[in-house]
């Protein structure tokens, strides 16, 4: 069936969720590159980087670049502080929490978000896997120097796919998002 779910595929993700849950103290770079559509269905590409710092459960600081901006996000767990070096401008409120919660919080009240936020919630009761509607494995591919598997999923309006490293590391290596809301189908891929 096209639609099918693979027990499998699912099953990665968990994997995957376990792992990225059980790490402490990590890094994160990502290349990111989304797409706009204008009125025509003429489609724009627009690339920005983001490079987190994290201590779990409750600190971080990210640095997102684009041509567009720089903002930095500085989260010590008591205070929530925005920076935008360009405007010598910040913004800071006080938050206790978890990152995850702290994502929640950023999106919900101040429109704000944490690139690569999925990371954060993959294996928490936040990110719940009995709403796909699809998921299959789609294979192998190298993202960089590494083997990973490819997964292929439905949800609603959005498709997915994540490339997650093969073997005891199950590290997501890179991620597209394909909004089919919209008949252009823009997508984004970190």
Known sequence: ATNAVDPASIQALKD??????????????????????????????????????????????????????????????????????????????AFTGTIGELIGKLEQRYAVELPLSDLFLFGTPAAPLDKIESAMN?????????????YAFRKGMIDWQIWITTGAVPLPRKVVITNRADEARPQSVS
């Open 16 to 93: 995957m969720g376990t792992f990225l849950q059980s790490l402490k103290r990590f890094q994160v770079t990502a290349e990111a590159s989304g797409e706009r559509v204008l009125a025509d269905g003429q489609k724009l590409q627009h690339s920005a980087t983001a490079t987190m710092y994290v201590d779990r459960p409750n600190r971080i600081r990210a640095v997102m670049r684009s041509a567009r901006s720089v903002r930095e996000l500085l989260y010590d767990g008591s205070m929530v502080t925005l920076y935008t070096p360009a405007q010598n401008y910040f913004s800071t409120v």
């Open 138 to 150: 789609a294979g192998q591919d190298y993202i960089g120097d590494d083997i990973c598997d490819h």
